[in-house]
């Protein structure tokens, strides 16, 4: 059975989550990436008609980009953390510099400021022609809170373990819970159990299942699980479904195949996220 079979079925009429972007680290691209996609992390979630939530910003912002009709357009952004691999698709985002369009983008405070400090920090030059406080769209910049509501989405974050942190979000629609982790490294005990509460009884599980146990004997503290660690978190917060996404970019199609396969071992109802998986909510 194929890895990548979409964990519950998409309802045309309501709310859903699409994935866009379910690579680690960097995108890549070629035969070897079919199947599961070769950008990175985004998820989007149409609240509204031209009212969009958009979960980080790597290279799949793309698919939300042609998933657009006519505009003009109001977007949230949460952003989980700043690696470049999940804000990348930031800079050519063309509803950005549509003067029309009308976006918020919510990110955790760090130590060098808040998400509007960071991401003007690095979309301007000589990084990129345009700097971002003088971009087309209004933009609206905002710490991540405990709890949010985007339309008809609850939501709840969660700190992850992640090198200079991310967050987690649970996401409850009209009909489904899904909890995003991407990029968090089981075993760190207040992080596992902070996951585990914010994600009980959900519907979805999308976590982080980076590398294989023989890499991670070689990239433990590098903010990344297994498979096995996210059967781990998918057990303790009894969840219905696990899929595994931040797919390595060493890993062709067959070897995320293969780390789903050893997944259902011990969690049947494991699939790996791949790019155009709708999750209804
Ligand atoms: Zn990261």
Do not use: K
Not at 171 to 184: E, N, S
Not at 186 to 197: I, K, T, V
Not at 233 to 245: D, I, Y
């Amino acid at each position: 059975m194929r890895g990548g079979v979409p964990p519950t079925p998409a309802v045309s009429t309501g709310l859903s989550l699409t994935i866009h972007g379910a690579r680690g680290s960097m995108a890549v691209a070629g035969a070897r990436y079919r199947r599961f996609g070769g950008n990175t992390t985004c998820f989007h979630v149409p609240i509204a008609a031209r009212e969009h939530l958009v979960i980080d910003a790597g290279t799949g912002l793309r698919g939300v980009e042609r998933a657009l009709g006519a505009g003009p357009h109001r977007f949230t952004f949460l952003l989980t953390h700043y690696h470049w691999d999940h804000i990348q698709g930031l800079p050519l985002f063309a509803p950005l510099h549509d003067p029309d369009s009308d976006i918020t983008f919510i990110g955790p405070p760090t130590d060098e400021g808040g998400v509007g400090d960071v991401l003007r920090g690095v979309i301007r030059p000589p990084w990129f022609p345009v700097d971002l406080a003088s971009v087309g769209a209004t933009t609206t910049y905002a710490d991540i809170e405990t709890s949010m509501r985007f339309g008809p989405i609850d939501v709840r974050s969660v700190p992850l373990h992640h090198p200079q942190g991310s967050t987690g979000f649970r996401l409850r629609g009209p009909r489904r819970a899904v909890v995003i982790a991407t990029d968090h490294e089981h075993g760190d005990p207040a992080s596992d159990a902070g996951l585990a509460r914010v994600a009980r009884g959900a519907d979805v599980l999308v976590h982080d299942g980076q590398y294989t146990a023989p890499e991670y004997e070689a990239r433990g503290g590098w903010g990344h699980s297994t498979p096995e660690g996210a059967v781990d978190a998918a057990l303790a917060a009894r969840v219905t479904r696990l899929v595994l996404t931040s797919h390595d970019p060493d890993h062709g199609d067959d070897d995320v195949e293969a780390m789903v396969a050893a997944a259902r071992v011990r969690f049947p109802l494991t699939a790996a996220a791949h790019e155009g998986m709708t999750i209804a909510l």
